[in-house]
């Protein structure tokens, strides 16, 4: 069985970094399978987020754990977070699952919601075709936090926006 966990990442989720190589770390793989990393990097990063990114990379190899960890990047010219360049590396993940790694399973995995030590075998324990977990959006300035998933009435809004009226 062959996983791809694909992250798209920025500069701005500097941040991020050491959780998520320790979730990374220490994440149970199921047993017979190969797993591979990802990432794709958006935003024209500067160079020492690269060079920590690389450190990180490297770190994480040594445990040999994963058939590779790769990064890569997707230069739109845009400078500024955006829902176009997230889209894009998901959109290269999936591409790259698909024609280059033949995966059975794609997990996207977002930089800022490292996942906890038993997350990819839990959603391939459901047997289905599609799973997904619960998400928490972090908020600015002290607002309380939504979980990523509503019910609302009326159509679905042209910009997916957490919206405060959504019923929860």
Known sequence: ???LIGTPIEESKYFCLKPLFRAWKHLK????????ILLVVTLSPGISFM?????YVRQLVKHQKYRYV???AWHDGRREWNR??????????????LNRYEADYIWFVDADNPPPKDALTRLLALDADIAGSLIYQRMRNDEP???LI???????????????????
């Open 51 to 55: 060079k920590r990114l690389d450190e």
């Open 1 to 3: 069985m062959n996983i």
């Open 29 to 36: 793989l199921p047993n017979g399978s190969e797993v591979a």
């Open 84 to 97: 176009h360049s997230l889209e894009e590396a998901r959109e290269l993940i999936r591409d790259f699952a």
């Open 150 to 168: 509503y019910e609302y009435p009326g159509p679905p809004p042209s910009d997916p926006i957490l919206r405060p009226s959504w019923k929860k």
């Open 70 to 72: 790769i990064v890569g």
């Open 145 to 147: 936090t939504y979980p």
